[in-house]
């Protein structure tokens, strides 16, 4: 059975939509990023890859954790960003080449992880994973998405899709390649319930992509229970569902430079 969770959000003041959403923060170098903010300054970039503006030290320094949680805290304080003033669910929808994709973002048990009800297929790195463990500790925030999929009878996605039916959304952005990201908060108690209900016939999800994010959310409530800092929130963490015939997975490469020692065997080798 899935469980969904009601969160209230952090998100961008409605004036600051356009320029604050950035790209995922494993998606670019420090240096790439470091480019990205200094063309908008407002770039959540600067929460996500603190690194990026202080390239004197060590990635895993103190600091650079540090760095992340002021930022935070200081777009909150100036009104870049606000928190939802009570706990809901969000539809997410992104259009690209004319083609629609909609999800559900909620927040996710960490015991779900741990008892595979939440379903992987990829090993983490562990550097990877401290990265995000500290990340995620020191922020006091799950700053990136785990995109689950789920198998949908037909019910699930349809119903979704009809909450955002002639409503605007509470925020939108659009990425220099052309695609529209949009935001919807979903608070109504009975459309709430509804969803809960609906989710919980669904026997599992899948990790699609976040593996380092899922399982660094799950270490940071282990080690907050081990350290007497847990609470309720940290052991959940921030995801967004997909129906399973709803998505676009594309293939993903790896150019091999170095066989660490290793000989390749194999009857062929595609040039």
């Known amino acids: ?5 009601r969160f209230a959000a952090v998100r961008p003041g409605q004036p600051y939509s356009e320029k604050i959403p950035s790209v995922p ?3 670019v170098t420090a ?15 600067r929460v996500s890859r603190p690194d990026a503006e202080l390239p004197d030290l060590p990635p895993n320094d103190d600091q650079v954790y540090r760095r992340s949680r002021e930022v935070f805290d200081g777009m909150l304080a100036d009104g870049l960003m606000e928190r939802d003033p009570e706990p809901g669910v969000y539809v997410y929808r992104a259009v690209q080449d004319g083609e629609e994709f909609v999800g559900l973002v909620c927040c996710v048990g ?15 790195r562990y550097d990877k994973e401290e990265d995000r463990t500290r990340h ?20 699930i996605f ?7 039916d002639d409503v605007q959304p509470d925020g939108s952005t659009t990425t220099a390649s052309g695609v529209l990201h949009e935001v919807y908060r979903i608070a109504d108690e009975a459309v709430l319930a509804r969803l809960e209900s609906l989710f919980a016939a669904v026997p599992e999800t899948y990790i699609a992509d976040g593996h380092h994010r899922a399982k660094s959310a799950v270490n940071v409530a282990e080690r907050r229970r081990s350290e007497g800092r847990f609470t309720e929130e940290a052991g959940k963490f921030m ?3 997909f129906a399973h015939d709803r998505v ?11 066989l660490g020692g290793y000989t390749f065997r194999g009857s062929s080798m595609r040039s």
């Open 31 to 45: 240096e790439e990023a470091r480019e990205c903010i200094e063309k908008n300054t407002m770039s959540f970039l």
């Open 248 to 258: 676009r997975i594309h293939g993903y490469s790896r150019l091999v430079t170095d």
């Open 25 to 27: 923060y494993d998606v």
């Open 158 to 164: 349809s119903h979704v899709r009809s909450l955002i």
């Open 1 to 5: 059975m899935v469980q969904i969770y």
């Open 136 to 155: 995620i500790d020191v922020v006091g925030a799950n700053t990136g998405l785990v995109f689950l999929l789920y198998r949908d009878s037909g019910e």
């Open 110 to 124: 960490t015991e779900d992880y741990e008892n595979r009800t939440i379903r992987r297929h990829e090993l983490t």
């Open 239 to 241: 995801a967004v569902l």
